[in-house]
Antibody, heavy 123, light 108 residues
């Protein structure tokens, strides 16, 4: 069974750095075709893609947030970490991680999601 | 950057067919994904590769994609289908995943 779970602080202050961890089971991010992505959703708003790391350790970032984001993985711990610097109240959102699966050359999309973790940015 | 446009809301009576559109420049050349999100829950994938359904997704959910518009069609709509629906593509030119703005489906 494939599961993902996000963890991190529920509250951060403006200008602080946010570190979120996605801990997963049932798959390996070193398997060819497997990636893990971070997505966020401000209250009442749409989903926004943030970053992705793939099996080859290639990393991709949202253009608008690229300077503030760092994604990394620890395959031995089955974890993917997202760091976001210089947090602002507009970054208040639910943050999700999701598996992206490429199976036999067919992109299956974000086929399994974590339940999300809510982060509030406030002084 | 690539932009996907969805209507903010669609309403449909139970038992009828709902169609949710997703507009994008030459989206027919891209692979489209659709997600369903109910209040307080994480999104779930309902269509991938324009037309395919993950296991466990009812056949009532189907997708199509041509030209500048992709469409999610939900047949024989049920009250439990009421949710927000998001389209998504992988924009190879920018190496970005892009979401549409979402459509709230209301079952009357």
């Amino acid at each position: 069974q494939v599961t993902l779970r996000e963890s991190g602080p529920a509250l951060v202050k403006p200008t602080q750095t946010l570190t979120l961890t996605c801990t997963f089971s049932g798959f390996s991010v070193s398997t060819s075709g497997v990636s893990v992505s971070w997505i966020r959703q401000p209250p009442g708003k749409a989903l926004e893609w943030l970053a992705l790391i793939d099996w080859d350790d290639d990393k991709y970032y949202s253009t608008s947030l690229k300077t503030r984001l760092t994604i990394s993985k620890d395959t031995s711990k089955n974890q993917v970490v997202l760091i976001m610097t210089n947090m602002d109240p507009v970054d208040t959102a639910t943050y999700y991680c999701a598996r992206i699966n490429l199976v036999r050359g067919v992109m299956r999309g974000m086929d399994v999601w974590g339940q999300g973790t809510t982060v509030t940015v406030s002084s | 950057s690539y932009v996907l446009s969805q209507p903010p809301s669609v309403s449909v009576a139970p038992g009828k067919t709902a169609r949710i559109t997703c507009g994008g420049n030459n989206i027919g050349s891209k692979s489209v994904f659709w997600y369903q999100q109910k209040p307080g829950q994480a999104p779930i994938l309902v269509v991938y590769g324009d037309t395919d359904r993950p296991s466990g997704i009812p056949e009532r959910f189907s997708g199509s994609n041509s030209g500048n518009t992709a469409t999610l069609t939900i047949s024989r709509v049920e009250a439990g289908d009421e949710a927000d629906y998001y389209c998504q593509v992988w924009d190879v030119s920018s190496y970005h995943w892009v979401f549409g703005g979402g459509t709230k489906l209301t079952v009357l």
